[in-house]
């Protein structure tokens, strides 16, 4: 038998959190700090624990961006993004503008370069969180498989079918070259 893709009967009657809401409630206090939560479509969503592996990459990463990122960008470690009215992604890393980097009234609403660093998450960050990096024209995302020791690149947003046109995989041994962030180059054989 078939599984069913009608809706769930009470799905209709679920709401659906704003990231201003969202915003006003982290600013109250009424999260614990320790409590790892994102917004993703509306929904409270619990992130995973970070094994040493995942940190190490993240360190990693960050150790071969942040020198060579030009004036005009920021890197950003595990910090929100606002991405739409009902989006606040905490991705582990982003290449954002300076001018976005710079906003007083929220997060930054937008990114170059999103990196997911994932191991138990591979599947959930390929279609939910590609599929909204998408729908926001993320220019590029790279989704760092930790098990496999590789990562999938993907290019080109398409904002209406919230899917990526170009995808790609590179792994140990090669040279990983942004399209979006100019100059920026990362050998991977650094990373594992």
Partial sequence: MEPSHEPLPYASRLRRLTAREYMHMVDAGVFGERERLELIDG?????SPQSVLH????QMLSGLIFPQLSAQYLLRVQLPLQLGD??????DLAVVSRE??????SHPRGAALIIEVARNSLREDRSTKGALYARHGVA???LVDVERQRVEVYRGPDMDSAA??????????DVLTSQA????????????
């Fill in 55 to 58: 940190a190490r990459i993240i």
């Fill in 86 to 91: 009902f989006s606040v992604p905490e991705p």
């Fill in 43 to 47: 929904v409270l969503c619990r992130m």
């Fill in 140 to 142: 590029e995302f790279w």
């Fill in 181 to 192: 962030v100019p100059g920026l180059r990362v050998p991977l054989d650094s990373v594992w």
């Fill in 100 to 105: 976005e980097g710079a906003r007083r009234d």
């Fill in 164 to 173: 990526y046109a170009e995808r790609s995989t590179a792994q140990a041994g």
